[in-house]
């Protein structure tokens, strides 16, 4: 069983920036989609960003621009930075297959206030 673990939130001011890391275990990461999700407190879970196995990408409208997801298989991690950051940001970031599958993991908190 594949597990995958969040790191890199925090709380950063208005404009900043972050970069999540999300490490699996297991050897079938890099045959895998994997993708970047978030829930904001009182909303549903949402797709941030995706990556292909080949490196494809593609991104919600509210982040495109600012965010850039990228994948190392030799590590077996996926990273999403995160520039010019906004209220609206603020969530628990979590990663996950694309599409998601299996139990969650238990993210991590991104907080962007002033």
């Known amino acids: 069983q594949v597990q995958l673990v969040e790191s890199g939130g925090g709380l950063v001011q208005p404009g900043g920036s972050l970069r999540l890391s999300c490490a699996a275990s297991g050897s079938i990461f890099s045959i895998y989609a994997m993708g970047w999700y978030r829930q904001a407190p009182g909303k549903q879970r949402e797709l941030v960003a995706r990556?292909?196995?080949?490196?494809?990408?593609n991104y919600a409208d509210s982040v495109k621009g600012r965010f850039t997801i990228s994948r190392d298989n030799a590590k077996s991690t996926v990273y999403l930075q995160m520039n010019s950051l906004k209220t609206d940001d603020t969530a628990v970031y979590y990663c996950?297959?694309?599409?998601?599958?299996?139990?969650w993991g238990q993210g991590t908190l991104v907080t962007v206030s002033s």
């Open positions: 996950n297959f694309f599409p998601a599958l299996g139990a």
């Open positions: 990556i292909t196995n080949g490196g494809s990408t």
